[in-house]
């Protein structure tokens, strides 16, 4: 749950870094509730069978509730994911490009791939979020220690 918070906490933070357990935590809550989601139009949808006006009305506000909430998600997600291929030593702006891959159907699977990296060495974006560096700070390396 903390990595929920994290991702909450840091909505519009696009510098730093995030682990992978950072990102892929958020992600499997995000799933289960988009399955959630769908759970209730495939019931709502059915109950507009049986009384159409009461039920097309809680469909819209359904609806417009989905909307607001998979809008602040989205928003999160972009952060997190930003953040995300900073920790692997990559720029943000890789993710526009590699969404806009997604049109032809191989953004996603370039992304997975990213997202699926170990976290790198210190780099421009922050510390290893790991605790150990392969610099030399002062004259002591810190591996893990």
Not at 20 to 37: A, D, H, K, N, S
Not at 89 to 107: D, R, T
Request: aromatic share 12%; glycine share 10%.
């Amino acid at each position: 749950m903390e990595e929920l918070k994290l991702m909450w906490n840091n909505m519009f933070n696009y510098r730093g870094r995030a682990r992978r357990r950072e990102y892929w935590i958020p992600q499997l809550w995000i799933t289960l509730l988009v399955f959630v989601e769908a759970i209730m139009m495939v019931v709502v949808a059915l109950l507009t069978e049986v009384n159409e006006d009461v039920f097309t009305i809680v469909l819209l506000l359904l609806l417009l509730a989905m909307l607001v909430i998979n809008f602040g998600i989205s928003l999160a997600t972009i952060s997190l994911t930003v953040r995300r291929y900073h920790d692997i030593g990559m720029s943000g702006w890789w993710y526009l490009l590699i969404a806009a891959l997604g049109s032809i159907g191989v953004g996603g699977i370039i992304n997975l791939v990213f997202m699926c990296m170990d976290s790198g060495a210190d780099n421009q974006w922050g510390p290893n979020p790991k605790g150990y560096s392969s610099i030399n700070y002062g004259g002591n390396q810190n591996y893990g220690n």
